[in-house]
Structure formats: structure tokens, C-alpha cells
């Protein structure tokens, strides 16, 4: 069976695509290199249309009201250019009402985009821009550190890494934070208190990164200033190994936080990315590979989610598990020699 | 070789479910047409492959691994049409469920008429309604354009009017829909499904057609207060294939080994149940429900009258977070016999989601899921019943007599003990009367209702090949009573002379020892007014019956089922009712 490929690894190649939606104006050209809060591409990504009934405003037909357009589609106007008129004794006009751009004009009718600042999509990650992609966007190359996470607010950031104690194993109280820990990116083990999250807003923190979070503070979560990623799952679970390693070992490093939202059918991750300069030759990791014995991989659900080990074998028959549903397994050994047998779907690979 | 549809022999259907990928083959054995194997994989529309053909390949290799019989070529990738030498098969055909919902905005003159029409038609198939306008919702023109612009749906559904009726205050929100479309990049602009008032459809022709791509069906509320949905959700069905095609990785080949012959999962449930209604007892509706990873679908049908929901995110998979969202910690919590912290229960549900592929390890955490199933069902169910072609009451509340009621899902077909696939639907859907509820073991409704399109004799032969698992047939009493009171006086009378006989108490779940396949008649007396399903309340008589895998089921919990204020009551009467099926499995 293959399994997708966990993301936690302390150097590897990443490449990533960052698009917009929707058509743009390109701001970096290829091989240029990026920093996180760069733009690479703006575009109205929730433009602003007023419909001008011409025709309804100056009381005429929409027939005399078509004579009476002094724009057609396409002219730009600042706030107060005449649109259609003058009109009548008291010369009526219809004036643009903000400054923009007529759109589509006709049957006494004027749909004007008024000018609003554009969207600008960042790079969200240093490295080097490999590819564009027309008006949309760029592939973004760089090698460093990569953790990649399983829920987040929908934030981005970049800021130092600072983890809240030495092991990233145990439960994150407000007692931990203070204000040392203002404008970075604070690593813990998990969270389930609410005062948590004020607290590291009222800091106020960059961002968090957590290797389980309690699913009742998704709420809060949401609305908390701050990019947060969680990295393994909801509960009570330490921080897998391999990120904690990664993220000790990164200590006062930059990192770039996408606490972007989770979409397996887009391919979407939230992710931290802590960029390393290097010269070695590096492939991108693959994103999944078969389960076989001598695998590392980390179990994703149930009592011992979050903990990493190694396969020690397939077992070759379906088995019925506790819960009594037979299904393929593997034997998984950890490092304290212990075992246990788990479900291959509970599986994922890791290439730390 | 000719292989048209007709002289077809052996078909492949494919079905791209959220988490698994599953393709089964039929061909002809003896002379009728058979389900032989089925292989499954996990799918790959999403990350890392991005390529549903990756997850087909697999499944289709599994079945070559079972079946023995080749089905891929290196070389020539699916071998269709079969060879002399019997490998491949003749056709495939495919269903798909996965994938994010379509999103789409739903457009009528008035919220709860023809919106709710619309909101209808959405739900039929995997869509999720991002926004809503209508003539009351007080919107300008300007910020009508505005909301569509920014929203951006795959479709726009337009209701709205009598065939007779109503026809300016719909033109101008035409207008802003044609606007905000013009304004979209051309390959971002939605489908535009008209199905309004018929006599405005020359001028929805002339002023959206060359802006988008518009589909005109008949007016789904022709007269006010009948909805004829039917054309307009073959319709749907076709926009759904198209988004997907511009969404999934590897579907243009999907839709060339199929030739076509490619539909949604839910569609095609809906048509073989349609299929089932005119086949089956001719006085009752057959349902068929699919309790999915992202979705949960309701198909029922009365004498070929099909009503389809699809609940997307509804699910026990990436959808278990939405039945939580739908309902709540304690209404999910109602259902298990597990003491859980509030906590725990939300961590695992929201887990859950994150990872849908995964499966419980622990049988406390199968409880969570079977919970979450009967929940599902039970919010789908709310939803649909006041939708059916017949009601069992003006309440709308009750499911109406049905024969059979048909189960499809991993939750329901993986589950260790038969018992807990019964509990789900008959907790879930809680039926009413005499029905007989059966599980697809082998996952063949969707593969059925897409291969019925092409070659109805085989889903025909296969539905008469016992291809459904008789999980019991279900007598469910309605009325009021207060608990212990006797309701039902039930003979059992066997043809080997064993006959039972039981007084069964109001609040009861009760399960009589009849064997699998074994023929029984069933006299049925109700006391204090009951309603067995023979004709109204108090009516008694008789129906043959068979036994299930669980027998024969005699459910006197009441109708709606109640539940105590007191969480750890329920918790105790879930495990009183646990070991109730126990004794028998």
C-alpha cells in the first residue's frame, strides 16, 4: 500500500506554487530572488462594480440616455468626471461617483469598477523564483527546513522561531508567556486553554506553531490575530519527534509560517519553511512512497498518534483490530524496543 | 468486435469515492449477469497524485489479483473492449463522489418558495450554496453584481415564477447576473442553470447565453406549490461532469475509457433506487441512503417519483466535522454507550476529518463513528422527509412505508458485527411500519446505477442475484403510550411449527431468532391504537416476512425516538440496547 509522505524534514529541496485565483499584473520576473513579504503578484481579487442607471437618474429613456454617455468602456475617471449630460435647464449630469473605470456602457446603463487597492499575494517563503506563471503567479524554489502541518487559521507570517521550553513535549500554559516571546513565532507542545491564546495575542506573538491543539479552541483559533499551525492533530498529543528536533534545532532562525487552510483536493498544507543555505544537491522529497519494513513513519490516529516509529512488517493477511475491524497492518517498533500493530491507514510516511 | 451497448457482456464500474477508489466487474455467468469481485484502492484525486486514474489503475489491479483475469495493459492501459482470450471487458462505466463541493449561488423571487425550490435542486447533487438572492433579500442591483463577483461559484441556479407568473422582478436580477459573469475571466465565469418561469426563457436566451454557459430546463415550479425537479437534476448531473473535468486530475481519460458513460455517485444511486421503485412492492417507496466520508445521500422513490439529497459535508470521514457543525456535541454524544469526556469526543471528531482514511482502532472510537453515522443519517433524513412524493402523516417528521430500505458506506459495510450497521440505519432513519433494511455489502448501488444507463438488463440480474444483504426485517409500531405499556401482540408463525409468540411493551427493542433466509408469516395485533403499517392505527394483520442476518426486529422505542435530558440515562439505554443485539450475534 502507498502511503502519503508526512513532511518533516531538516533540509530538503521546496518548490512551491504560489497563484492567485484570478488574473494579475506580475510583479518579479524569473530567477529573481524573494524574501517572504515580497509581491509577486497583484490583482483585484474582490472588486467593487456600482451599477449607474443613467437613464433612471436623469428621467429619460434608456434609448436618449445612450446619446447623452460622454464614456464608453474603458475610459478611466477620477471622483466627479462627467459620465452622461448635461441635461435639461439645469444642465444634469451623472458624475463618476468614486475614481475608476467605466466598465460597460449601454441601454442607459453604466457598470464602473471603482479603483481599490488590489490584492497582493506574497511570497511566503525566501528563495528563488524558478517559473512564472502568466498573470497568475510564480513556482518559488528554495532548500531549507520544512514542517508541514494539518490545520491552520489562514494566516501567514515570518519571524524568528522561539520555542516556549526545551522539549516541545508538554502542554502550553499561560504561565510560559511573556514578554521575551514578543514578535516571534513561539513552538509548543499542545494547548488547550483559551487564556493561552489571548495572552500570546495581548504580547503580542507573531505566530505559533503546536504539535496538537485542543479542538475546542478552534474558534478562538480562528480569530486570533496570529498565523497558528498545528501539526499533527486535535488533543492532547506532544509534538512528534522529528518536528520537535527540527524546531529546537532552528532556534532564533527565521521562519516563514503559511498557516494556510488545510485542502487535500488543492494539495494545501500549512506549513513552516525555514530556508538554509547550502550547496548540496538536493532532490524534493516524493510526496508518497510505498509502506514496507524499514520505513520511518509517524502513527496519524489513536492512542499513540503523533508518535514515530518504524515498520517492522507487513503483515500479509487482513487482522482484526481492537476495534474489531479486520484490516491490513503493520508491526511498528519505536525506539525505547517497545511495538505495537497498527492499521496501514493509520500510517504515514516520514523522511526526516 | 461490435460493442455496443446492447451486445455488451462484461462491464467495469468504477467508483471515485472520497477516500477509496473501488471498481467491480460483472459479466455473464450462466447465462444472467453476475457481480463477480470487486478491488478497491485509496483514491488520488487530491495530494500528493492529484490524478484519480492512479487510484482506478490500483483498484482495477486489485481485481485483477482477485479475479485473475487481466484487465491492464502496460501498454494499452484498461483493455476495453475485452479480447478473444477474455481479458479486459466490454464497457466501463464510472461514478465519483470526491472532491470539494461545486459551490453555487442560488437565485429565486421569494426565500421560502421558489429559493427553496432552487436549494432543492443544489442538493442533488455535491454542491454547496455560497450565497443566495432573491427579490426580498432588499440587495441592489450594484450589490447583487458585487456578491457574485466576489463569490465567483461554478453555477448559478435561477428559479423563480410560475410558468404564468412573475416575470420583471426576475429579469433584473438577470440583469446583475449577466453583468457579474461578463465581468469574470472567461474561463471563470459559472454555469447558468435556468429553470424558472418557461416564458422568460427567450430573453434569459438572448441576454446570458453568449456571456456564460447557460443550460435552460423546464421550470421546476411550474404551477406554485408543485416542484418538478427531475429535468432540471439530469442537468445538474451534466454541469457537475464538466466542473469536475476542469477540477480532477486524470478525468479526461476516465471520461474516454467510459466513453462518456461517467455521472455522479449520487445520480446514479438515485437512478437505480428510481430503477428499484417500479421493480419492488408496488403500495410502499424503496430509499437507499449512502453514508459516505464527505457526504451523505438520500435517494427515495415512489412508483418511478425519485427524491435526491446529497448532505455534502455530512459525512464520517472529511465531512464528520460538518455533522457536528450541523448538529452538536450532545446530540452526537445521544447515541453512544461510551462514557467521553465532551473534550475527547470533539478531538476525535475533528481528527477525524483531518485524516479520513483513517480507521478506529479502539472500539470506543468505532462507537464515535457509528454515532456520527446516526446522526448524519438522522439530519439527512429531517431534512428530506418533508420532500417525499408520500408523507405518512401531515407532520412530515416520519419516514412513510418503505420496502426496502438499502444501506451503502464503509461505516456500514465495514463494521465488525451486523448489528451495528443495523443500529445506524434503523436509529438513523428510524422507519416506520414493516420494511425490510439491507446492506450493499460489495458497495454496488452507484457501479448498478451507472451500468443501468447503458445495459439495464444487468443491474436486472444482479439485483435478483441476492446481491443485497437482508440485515432484518423491521416492525416499528407508532403511537403514544407511556413506557412498559404492551403495544403489539406479534405471532411468528414458522414452517416447521416453532411459532412464537410475543406482547411487546412500548419503549422495547426486540429481536425475534429467525434465521437467515428463513420464510415466516408475521400476524401483527396492535393495542391502544397503534400503527403497524396494515391500514391505519389498530389495524392488525399479517405479512410474510424473511429473516435477516439479525433476524426479525421489533423496534417499540417510539417514533421519534426520545431521548432523557440525562446524558448518562442515555448513555445506559444505549448500552442496554447494545447488548439487546449482542445476545443475538
Partial sequence: MTSKVKHLHSLTSIKRERVLPVSGNMLVRRMQKVSPTDVIVVAPMAPEFILLDIAQGLNITPARADELLQRQAGDDLVKGDIIAGPLGIFQRVIRAPEAGQVKIAGEGKVLFEINKAPYELQAGMEGTVTNIIPERGAIIETRGALIQGVWGNGKITYGVIQPVSNDLLQELIPEQLNISFRGTIITAGFCRNPEVLDVAGNIPIKGMILGSMSAGLIPLAKKADYPIMVIDGFGTHPMNRAAEAILVANKDKNVALNAQIYDPFQGSYPEAIITQSTTKDLNPPPESEALKPGKQVIIISGPLASRIGTIERLFPHKRTIPSGISTWTAEVSFKNEESTEVPLTNLEIIKA | ?585
Avoid: C
Avoid at chain 2, 7 to 19: L, P, R, Y
Avoid at chain 2, 197 to 225: T, W, Y
Avoid at chain 2, 384 to 393: A, F, G, R, V
Fill in chain 2, 1 to 585: 468486435m461490435d460493442t455496443t451497448t446492447v451486445q455488451a457482456k462484461s462491464v467495469i464500474a468504477t467508483d471515485i469515492g472520497t477516500t477509496i477508489t473501488r471498481s467491480l466487474l460483472f459479466d455473464v455467468v450462466s447465462g444472467r449477469y453476475r457481480f463477480i469481485a470487486g478491488g478497491s484502492a485509496p483514491t488520488t484525486a487530491g495530494a500528493p497524485d492529484f490524478d484519480v486514474t492512479e487510484g482506478i489503475w490500483r483498484s482495477l489491479e486489485e481485481l485483477q489479483f482477485i479475479t485473475g483475469r487481466t484487465l491492464l495493459s502496460e501498454k494499452e492501459g484498461i483493455i476495453i473492449p475485452s479480447t478473444q482470450d477474455s481479458q479486459g471487458a466490454d464497457i466501463m462505466v464510472a461514478t465519483m463522489s470526491a472532491g470539494n463541493p461545486i459551490s453555487v449561488v442560488t437565485v429565486g423571487l421569494l426565500e421560502n418558495v421558489s429559493l427553496q425550490h432552487a436549494r432543492h435542486l443544489a442538493q442533488t447533487s455535491y454542491s454547496k450554496i455560497i450565497a443566495e438572492i432573491s427579490i426580498n433579500d432588499r440587495r441592489s442591483a450594484t450589490e447583487r453584481i458585487n456578491l457574485l463577483s466576489r463569490s465567483r461559484p461554478d453555477l448559478i441556479i435561477i428559479a423563480g415564477g410560475t410558468n404564468e407568473g412573475a416575470s420583471q422582478s426576475l429579469l433584473s436580477i438577470l440583469e446583475s447576473i449577466g453583468l457579474s459573469s461578463f465581468m469574470m475571466d472567461e474561463n471563470q465565469r459559472p454555469h447558468i442553470l435556468y429553470a424558472g418561469n418557461e416564458n422568460l426563457q427567450d430573453e434569459v436566451k438572448a441576454g446570458l447565453d453568449k456571456i456564460s454557459s447557460l443550460h435552460i430546463v423546464p421550470n421546476i415550479q411550474p404551477v406554485l406549490g408543485k416542484e418538478s425537479i427531475f429535468p432540471a437534476q439530469k442537468e445538474i448531473n451534466e454541469i457537475y461532469k464538466d466542473v469536475r473535468k476542469k477540477q480532477t486530475g486524470g478525468l479526461r481519460q476516465v471520461l474516454s475509457w467510459t466513453e462518456g458513460n461517467f455521472t455522479s455517485t449520487a445520480f446514479a444511486l438515485g437512478r437505480l433506487i428510481r430503477f428499484l421503485s417500479e421493480k419492488y412492492e408496488p403500495e410502499k417507496g424503496v430509499l437507499g441512503v449512502d453514508v459516505g466520508s464527505d457526504a451523505t445521500v438520500l435517494a427515495a422513490a415512489f412508483h418511478g417519483q425519485e427524491t435526491l439529497r446529497v448532505f455534502s459535508n455530512l459525512g464520517v470521514g472529511g465531512g464528520a466535522a460538518g455533522v457536528l457543525e450541523k448538529s452538536s456535541l450532545e446530540e452526537i454524544k445521544r447515541w453512544l454507550p461510551i462514557k467521553i469526556s465532551d473534550n475527547a469526543l470533539r478531538d476525535y471528531i475533528y481528527n477525524k476529518s483531518i485524516y479520513p482514511g483513517s480507521l478506529p482502532t479502539e472500539a470506543d472510537h468505532l462507537e464515535i463513528e457509528l454515532a456520527l453515522a446516526k446522526q448524519a443519517l438522522l439530519e439527512a433524513a429531517r431534512d428530506t422527509i418533508p420532500n417525499l412524493e408520500k408523507q405518512l402523516d401531515s407532520t412530515g417528521t416520519l419516514l412513510p412505508p418503505l420496502e426496502p430500505i438499502i444501506g451503502s458506506g464503509r461505516i456500514l459495510t465495514n463494521a465488525p458485527k451486523r448489528y451495528q450497521s443495523l443500529s445506524v440505519l434503523l436509529d438513523g432513519l428510524q422507519p416506520t411500519g414493516v420494511t425490510t433494511l439491507a446492506l450493499d455489502q460489495n458497495g454496488l448501488l452507484p457501479g448498478l446505477g451507472a451500468a443501468a444507463e447503458v445495459n439495464p438488463l444487468l443491474a436486472v440480474q444482479v439485483i435478483e442475484s441476492n446481491t443485497f444483504l437482508n440485515l432484518g426485517t423491521v416492525i416499528a409500531p407508532t403511537g403514544i403510550a407511556r413506557p412498559g405499556t404492551p403495544i403489539l401482540r406479534v405471532r411468528v408463525l414458522r414452517e416447521d411449527g416453532r411459532n412464537i409468540t410475543r406482547d411487546i411493551k412500548y419503549g422495547s427493542l426486540t429481536i425475534l431468532p429467525v434465521e437467515m433466509g428463513e420464510k415466516v408469516s408475521l400476524h401483527l395485533r396492535p393495542l391502544h391504537r397503534f400503527d403497524v403499517g396494515m391500514g391505519g392505527p389498530g389495524k392488525s394483520g399479517k405479512v410474510n416476512a424473511v429473516g435477516g442476518a439479525m433476524g426479525i426486529i421489533i423496534d417499540a422505542r417510539g417514533r421519534p425516538l426520545q431521548f432523557y435530558p440525562d446524558e448518562e440515562k442515555n448513555r445506559k439505554r444505549n448500552e442496554m440496547w447494545r447488548k439487546t443485539y449482542q445476545k443475538y450475534t
